[in-house]
């Protein structure tokens, strides 16, 4: 399969042998997130994380690269988390203006959210606090590998991550889509057909709407942004892991229009998530200042769109009062929502 923008390949394996051999006759250079069990003697290891994604790091891969001589005909073939792709992919954008890049992802989130679209990044930490994503360029990668036996080894914290990016792209483009590939998945790690389906589904998905966008400066990728607003803001204020975070954001948000909620929440009760504190006793000033820092504010007000139902999209501008009361309400229907059978 070959997408247009801007020409990324998007090949699919089926076994870990084919995919070896594949690796085998790629020249070049590997970075490798130690998280993804995969190894190569002369391979730059890495931790894997978010910590990975500092200047420091990225400095130490240029002059790996450096001496090593690399030539920038060859290509970086960098293989993790979303975390180490990002990382890789930037220090790919810079090597002598720019190297070839093969991405491959080992976590869930990294193969449906974080290949596709030719984002790079690096986080910024100023005067003590994390500034996540504050630098880096758009790089698409050439190539994006896709095993799905790396998903086997995935503890659930970051099984759940990245079904809760499935889930966002479900309920914004896939209007009639089973999920319970993903609650199973989930629930046991097990990878089957039904999941791989989901995942070529996400990635067709995010290929149609970064071509449209290709330098996110169209709005149209904003709405990759469901279930974000309220999802940053809750990740700040608990240790939920990012997807978790962004699925009860899609919860909250949802209730602002249309008819999704009760399916977002239906999701949650099927996974038997529990209401995180800041939901459950929301502190309106804690919400207000996380709220705020949010990077889609424009006037005052705060930007989002949503799924009002799946496949059907809403763009949507509020005050803090309105999400205030979303949140203040949410409780009630996370309860309400306990009562009945899941659909
Ligand atoms: N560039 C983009 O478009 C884009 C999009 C979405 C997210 N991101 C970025 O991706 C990052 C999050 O990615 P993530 O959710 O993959 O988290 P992550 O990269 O932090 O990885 C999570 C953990 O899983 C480990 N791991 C990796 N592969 C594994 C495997 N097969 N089995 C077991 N453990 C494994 C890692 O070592 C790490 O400890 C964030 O930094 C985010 O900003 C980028
Ligand atoms: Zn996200």
């Given at each position: 399969m070959r997408f247009s923008f801007p020409s990324t390949e998007l090949r699919f394996f089926s076994s870990h042998a084919e995919w070896k051999k594949a690796l085998a006759a790629k020249s070049g250079y590997s970075l490798i997130d130690r998280g993804s069990g995969v190894r190569a003697p002369s391979a730059f290891l890495l931790n894997g994380g978010?910590?990975?994604?500092s200047w420091q790091r990225l400095e130490r891969v240029l002059i790996w690269l450096a001496e090593k001589n690399a030539e920038r005909s060859e290509p970086l073939v960098v293989i993790g988390g979303g975390a180490v792709l990002d990382l890789g992919a930037f220090a790919a954008s810079l090597y002598r203006r720019g190297m070839p890049l093969v991405l491959v992802p080992t976590t869930l989130l990294a193969m449906v959210?974080?290949?596709?679209?030719g984002k790079t990044a690096v986080d910024l930490r100023r005067r003590g606090r994390l500034q996540k994503n504050f630098a880096g360029t758009f790089y698409p990668a050439a190539s994006v590998w896709i095993l799905?036996?790396?998903?086997?080894?995935?503890p659930r914290r970051e099984r759940l991550s990245g079904a809760g990016e499935c889930w966002k792209m479900l309920w914004l483009y896939g209007k009639?889509?089973?999920d319970q590939a993903l609650v199973d998945y989930v629930e046991t790690g097990k990878v089957g057909p039904e999941l791989l389906a989901l995942i070529r589904f996400c990635l067709r998905a995010k290929a149609r709407v970064v071509k449209q966008d290709p330098l996110d400066n169209?709005?149209?990728?904003?709405?990759?942004?469901?279930?974000?607003?309220i999802g940053h803001a809750l990740e700040s204020q608990s240790r939920l892991s990012h997807g978790e975070a962004v699925l009860w954001g899609m919860a909250v948000e949802s209730q602002?229009?249309?008819?999704?909620a009760p399916e977002v929440i239906d999701v949650l009760r099927a996974l038997g998530l529990r209401l995180p504190l800041a939901l459950r006793k929301p502190k309106q000033k804690a919400w207000k200042a996380a709220l705020r820092?949010?990077?889609?504010?424009?006037g005052g007000k705060i930007e989002l769109t949503i799924a009002v139902s799946p496949g059907k999209r809403a763009r949507l501008r509020v005050d803090f009062p309105i999400l205030w009361q979303a949140l203040q309400d949410f409780p009630a229907a996370f309860q309400r929502a306990g009562a009945r059978p899941r659909a």
């Amino acid at each position: 399969m070959r997408f247009s923008f801007p020409s990324t390949e998007l090949r699919f394996f089926s076994s870990h042998a084919e995919w070896k051999k594949a690796l085998a006759a790629k020249s070049g250079y590997s970075l490798i997130d130690r998280g993804s069990g995969v190894r190569a003697p002369s391979a730059f290891l890495l931790n894997g994380g978010e910590r990975e994604k500092s200047w420091q790091r990225l400095e130490r891969v240029l002059i790996w690269l450096a001496e090593k001589n690399a030539e920038r005909s060859e290509p970086l073939v960098v293989i993790g988390g979303g975390a180490v792709l990002d990382l890789g992919a930037f220090a790919a954008s810079l090597y002598r203006r720019g190297m070839p890049l093969v991405l491959v992802p080992t976590t869930l989130l990294a193969m449906v959210d974080a290949t596709l679209g030719g984002k790079t990044a690096v986080d910024l930490r100023r005067r003590g606090r994390l500034q996540k994503n504050f630098a880096g360029t758009f790089y698409p990668a050439a190539s994006v590998w896709i095993l799905p036996d790396f998903l086997a080894t995935l503890p659930r914290r970051e099984r759940l991550s990245g079904a809760g990016e499935c889930w966002k792209m479900l309920w914004l483009y896939g209007k009639g889509r089973s999920d319970q590939a993903l609650v199973d998945y989930v629930e046991t790690g097990k990878v089957g057909p039904e999941l791989l389906a989901l995942i070529r589904f996400c990635l067709r998905a995010k290929a149609r709407v970064v071509k449209q966008d290709p330098l996110d400066n169209k709005r149209i990728r904003e709405a990759l942004n469901f279930g974000h607003t309220i999802g940053h803001a809750l990740e700040s204020q608990s240790r939920l892991s990012h997807g978790e975070a962004v699925l009860w954001g899609m919860a909250v948000e949802s209730q602002l229009k249309g008819t999704l909620a009760p399916e977002v929440i239906d999701v949650l009760r099927a996974l038997g998530l529990r209401l995180p504190l800041a939901l459950r006793k929301p502190k309106q000033k804690a919400w207000k200042a996380a709220l705020r820092a949010d990077k889609k504010n424009r006037g005052g007000k705060i930007e989002l769109t949503i799924a009002v139902s799946p496949g059907k999209r809403a763009r949507l501008r509020v005050d803090f009062p309105i999400l205030w009361q979303a949140l203040q309400d949410f409780p009630a229907a996370f309860q309400r929502a306990g009562a009945r059978p899941r659909a």
